[in-house]
């Protein structure tokens, strides 16, 4: 066997592998800047107050308005962070929505209806007993 036959291949490898090598450096992803995801975080606020502000509802009503009115707009979000943070990203997202959309329900409703009425049947002891378990007593 020569000396040319067998460095050949390797050279050829060793260019392949090279080029390769290069080409995954210089692609970079999509790289977003604070003031592009700033952006899409204030479109995504924006929707959820509008559908707040819109909502006469229940709670569960409101939250599932929001999840799927403003999804584009949460999708826009996770993508201006990398690919790795788009699960962690998307669960904070959601649970803040939440968290806003309770509050707000919680500050707007009518507070009357969470005052017992008096001579009303309030049978707080049977509410409590149904989350208890047996050695909790």
């Not at 020569?2 to 260019?15: C, D, E, G, K, R």
């Amino acid at each position: 066997m020569s000396v040319s036959a067998i460095s050949t291949p390797n050279i050829l490898l060793v260019a392949v592998l090279t080029v390769m090598c290069g080409a995954c450096s210089i692609t970079n992803g999509d790289v977003y800047t604070t003031e592009e995801q700033r952006m899409s975080l204030t479109r995504w606020h924006q929707c959820i107050q509008r559908h707040r502000d819109a909502h006469r509802g229940s709670i569960l009503a409101l939250q599932r308005d929001v999840a799927i009115g403003c999804e584009g707009y949460q999708r826009d979000v996770v993508a201006t962070y990398p690919e790795h943070l788009e699960n962690q990203v998307d669960s904070l997202l959601s649970d803040h929505a939440n968290e806003m959309n309770t509050e707000h329900f919680l500050r707007s409703s009518n507070l009357a209806t969470w005052i017992p009425k008096k001579g009303a049947d309030n049978d707080n002891l049977g509410i409590r007993m149904i989350g208890t378990l047996p050695e909790d007593l």
